[in-house]
């Protein structure tokens, strides 16, 4: 049987973080790409925001799902979208912040958790509150 250490694991984890960023990016193109972003500067669809911007605002995200103990990729993919199509900050509503630091689930099963215990006035003050200079401090502490 063929055994895998640990540090071996390791040699191969940026090379699986780059592939992962890089379907991301790809998803975000061809699903989304018509979905409006308030960027700092600019007002723009997904579609025109340059691969070397979207790859760094995706890491961003992943980083900030991250900070809530999301490991998956499926639902480090569900957080990042939900940033684009909500708000950047869509993290900082009352709510959402408490569902997502709930140590009573699981990291990876918060995102879930959102959709039974939020409402459509929720996700409209999340868009209310959109604050573009957050895609400039996504690496912030939550």
Known sequence: MLKIRNQQL?????????AFLRKLVEYLYEHHSQVAVQLPESLTVITKIPEGQ????????I??????????????????????VTAPN?????????????ERIAANDRIDNLWQHTTEQNW????QNYDAKAWQTLGAET
Do not use: W
């Open 124 to 127: 409209q003050a999340v868009k």
């Open 63 to 84: 980083n900030r799902a991250r900070a809530y103990g999301i490991t998956s990729e499926n639902t480090l993919a569900s957080f990042v979208v939900l940033m684009f």
């Open 10 to 18: 390791q040699i191969f984890q940026p090379v699986a973080e780059i």
């Open 54 to 61: 979207l790859k760094s605002l995706v890491t961003n995200g």
């Open 90 to 102: 869509f993290d900082e509503h009352p709510l959402i912040k408490r569902l997502l630091k709930d």
